[in-house]
């Protein structure tokens, strides 16, 4: 009888704690910046670019055009338009997606279509050599030394209709406010550096010769962002992006049937984005590290 008294005692002991143990043995609290988080995201955006020089060369010509200025092409707002998936890619938009490799830490890989289009009837400063005949259109011909002329999109026209920028951003987060019971409500800032690689869908008009879209790898930037992010219930949100910095292209193809036909230029670029994502917290449980061990 003492002996089953005794076992009782110990069970009655024993088992509440084995019980709280386990119950301690739950998931870690969702935290956006935690180590272990993927996101992704999609979004429009807007782009500013700085003025430069437009070098090209080709076929009796070799020319730079300094001054030069353009500007992007977005669409209007117009949700049939831009829910359209047949559609929404023809205009200006960014997908990213990333891993939080350390805590407040994370690495990622996004997809930007710009659009770099020439500004119509602007004056630039024409530079360089033009054989005889090349440009029976403007009736440019010889050589230049920073002359200027006005570029008019029915004789002359450049643009990257796709500038697509395919970046790797290295980017830290912090969480600043919540709101509800249970952080239902975050607001968070990211900052970090990217850098990426340019594929240009290119159409130049010169000398009564029209090319459309013809795509190449044309160089790379570098940049700097800075986000503001608003959580939903731990798996969605909201964020708005500004990124500048410099793109170089140095390789852009202007003509199909001439491998020696491109332009090149640098110039500072500034942009805008707005994008819904989601959030996953890929995580392992709790290790229930103060329980004793049972054997």
């Given at each position: 009888m003492i002996r089953w008294l005794m076992l009782g005692v110990v069970f009655t002991i024993v088992m509440p704690d084995r019980a709280f143990c386990q119950s301690r043995k739950k998931r870690k609290p969702k935290v956006s910046f935690a180590k272990g988080t993927f996101y992704g995201s999609y979004g429009y955006n807007r782009a500013w670019y700085g003025k430069s020089t437009l070098d090209l060369t080709g076929s009796g010509y070799q020319i730079e055009l300094k001054g030069f200025r353009a500007q992007d092409d977005p669409f209007g707002f117009d949700p049939a338009q831009q829910m359209n998936p047949l559609q929404a890619t023809e205009g200006q938009y960014s997908v990213r997606a990333g891993y939080y490799l350390l805590n407040h830490y994370s690495l990622s890989i996004?997809?930007?279509?710009?659009?770099?289009?020439?500004?119509?009837?602007?004056?630039?400063?024409?530079?360089?050599?033009?054989?005889?005949?090349?440009?029976?259109?403007?009736q440019w011909s010889g050589n230049y030394t920073n002359e200027t002329v006005v570029l008019n999109s029915n004789s002359f026209f450049y643009s990257n209709s796709g500038l697509n920028n395919v970046q790797i951003d290295f980017s830290r987060t912090d969480n600043w406010l919540a709101a509800g019971r249970d952080q239902q409500i975050v607001f968070s800032t990211i900052e970090g550096l990217g850098i990426g690689g340019l594929i240009s869908d290119n159409s130049f008009l010169f000398g009564g010769i029209q090319q459309t879209k013809l795509r190449s790898f044309s160089g790379v930037s570098i940049s700097g962002h800075l986000g503001f992010r608003l959580e939903f219930f731990k798996h969605v949100f909201?964020?708005?992006?500004?990124?500048?910095?410099?793109?170089?292209?140095?390789?852009?193809?202007?003509?199909s049937t001439e491998p020696n036909a491109f332009a090149n230029q640098r110039f500072g670029f500034l942009q805008f984005d707005t994008n819904v994502g989601f959030l996953l917290y890929i995580r392992p449980t709790n290790n229930c590290n103060t329980c004793p061990t049972w054997k």
């Open positions: 996004g997809y930007d279509k710009l659009k770099y289009v020439m500004t119509d009837n602007q004056e630039a400063f024409l530079g360089g050599q033009i054989n005889p005949g090349i440009d029976p259109v403007n909201i964020q708005s992006n500004v990124r500048g910095g410099l793109m170089s292209q140095t390789s852009v193809r202007t003509r």
